[in-house]
């Protein structure tokens, strides 16, 4: 059976990475996650193009290499790399999610929240 791929943009925040990864693993029925980090991808996908375009390349080898179809951008509570409120966190991944969609990437997109006992909720998923 050929493993299946999905795609994680997560903060760097060490805290995140696992209960991320189980979490798309069961949602996705992915074998292996692609993790992309940053500090705060959130606040820089929302608002830094220069990076937001360094992403992309990171996530068309994921998607044309491992031929992964869904892709996640994830905050998340007590982040030092965007140390925002919720609402803001929320608002950060409306716009992210906004911008990565008019890359027509031909993968769901994924909003993630992991709050402070480490749990992850799902925010939206569109297909773009």
């Known amino acids: 059976m050929k493993p299946k791929f999905a795609t994680v943009i997560n903060c760097m925040d060490g805290r995140v ?3 991320v990864n189980e979490w798309m693993k069961n949602y996705t029925g992915a074998t292996y996650i692609d993790v992309i980090t940053e500090a705060g991808p959130d606040k820089m996908m929302s608002s830094t193009a220069t990076a ?3 992403i992309l390349k990171r996530i068309l080898v994921s998607r044309d290499k ?12 007590d982040c030092a790399g965007n140390p925002v409120s919720k609402e803001q966190h929320m608002n950060h991944l409306q716009q992210s999610a906004k911008i ?13 929240w992991v709050d402070e006992n480490w749990k992850v909720e799902l925010i939206s998923s569109i297909d773009a």
């Not at 491992?66 to 509570?77: D, E, F, M, P």
């Not at 990565?100 to 993630?112: N, P, R």
């Open 17 to 19: 990475q696992e209960p």
């Open 52 to 54: 937001s375009r360094l």
């Open 100 to 112: 990565m969609a008019t890359w027509h990437l031909d993968m769901t997109i994924i909003m993630l």
């Open 66 to 77: 491992h031929h992964s179809r869904q892709i996640a951008l994830v905050a998340h509570h």
